[in-house]
């Protein structure tokens, strides 16, 4: 059994890291709740806009060709991946790396062995690690969390909007962790661009609630305005969703972190008693032992 100086300078060390880690939780869970405010504010206002925009596309002629709905043969591709800056948040960052990996190496095995698959990353994690092992990675957007809103993400979306039309790639995908609630979270792969048609299910349903409009000035003039407008709130929610997959995975990891200190506290703490109470037994026999030869 360890002396009582180990166990003492243990507690002490353990319980700094319990403060630590639950002072980290509190931090996360507030920011946790101004995140999960805004996505679920925004993703309403995300889902109506696209099926506005799916509506008005139905209604246009079909021989009207936008640059952001042209199919193209997949042969150069974008991933967008989206982490964290920081760790501490469980398997978060290693989940959509996963995802983004075997993406690579199965759906776009093709395109990457001829060097035509190339990535966009959000936050450091994903930076760090795609560079290290070689990845073509043209731009890190590390930076995007320093002031999160729909006016930095905004000037992304324009930039991946413009290297679809310039024709640098054929298809661009976001990867990111949608979040669902504070304990999970969801690993998402959405095709951003060219703009993913509607299901016949949705097509249905549009059918169901068409409407005999009037557009001023015209559908084409509209939508050529509506689809940039979606694309920039698409790439915002995916980016805010994972700030708030974020911070829900970081709380409930101190939170765990702050248990498990708390548990090994309490084990600790039985041990050094153990220990006192030998030394104090140990203490007592010496001095009977002592008393008893001075006796005899």
């Known amino acids: 059994m360890a002396g009582l100086k180990e166990v ?39 889902a109506k806009l696209r099926e506005i925009m799916q509506n008005l596309s139905a209604s246009a002629d079909d ?29 978060f960052n290693s989940n959509i790396i996963k995802l983004a990996v075997s993406r690579i190496n199965s759906t776009y095995k093709i395109q990457n062995q001829n060097h035509a698959v190339d990535l966009i990353t959000v936050g450091k994690k994903a930076s760090d690690f795609f560079r290290k092992q070689k990845y073509q990675v043209i731009e890190s957007w590390d930076n995007v969390y320093d002031s999160l809103t729909f006016e930095t993400v905004a000037p992304k979306a324009r930039m991946l909007m413009q290297l679809f039309a310039d024709k640098k790639y054929d298809r661009i995908e976001l990867i990111y962790n949608q979040f669902k609630n504070a304990a999970v979270q969801r690993q998402m792969v959405e095709q951003y661009l060219p703009l993913v048609p509607e299901t016949p299910q949705e097509q249905t349903n549009l059918k169901e609630v068409e409407a005999d409009y009037i557009f001023e000035p015209d559908i084409e003039t509209i939508l050529s305005e509506l689809i940039p407008k979606t694309l920039r709130i698409q790439l915002f929610k995916g980016i805010l969703d994972s700030f708030a997959a974020e911070m829900g995975a970081r709380m409930t990891a101190m939170h765990q972190a702050t248990e498990n200190a708390r548990q090994l506290l309490k084990d600790l703490r039985i041990s050094y008693n153990k220990a006192r109470q030998n030394q104090i037994t140990r203490e007592i026999i010496e001095i009977v032992s002592g008393a008893e030869a001075l006796k005899g």
């Open 8 to 46: 003492r300078i243990r507690i002490a060390s353990v319980k700094s890291t319990e403060q630590i880690t639950n002072a980290m939780k509190m931090v996360a869970a507030s920011k946790l709740r101004r995140a999960q405010n805004a996505i679920l504010k925004l993703r309403p206002y995300a």
């Open 63 to 91: 021989t009207n060709e936008n640059s952001y709905t042209e199919v193209r043969k997949a042969e150069r591709i974008l991933l967008v991946v989206v982490t964290s800056n920081r760790g501490l948040c469980g398997a």
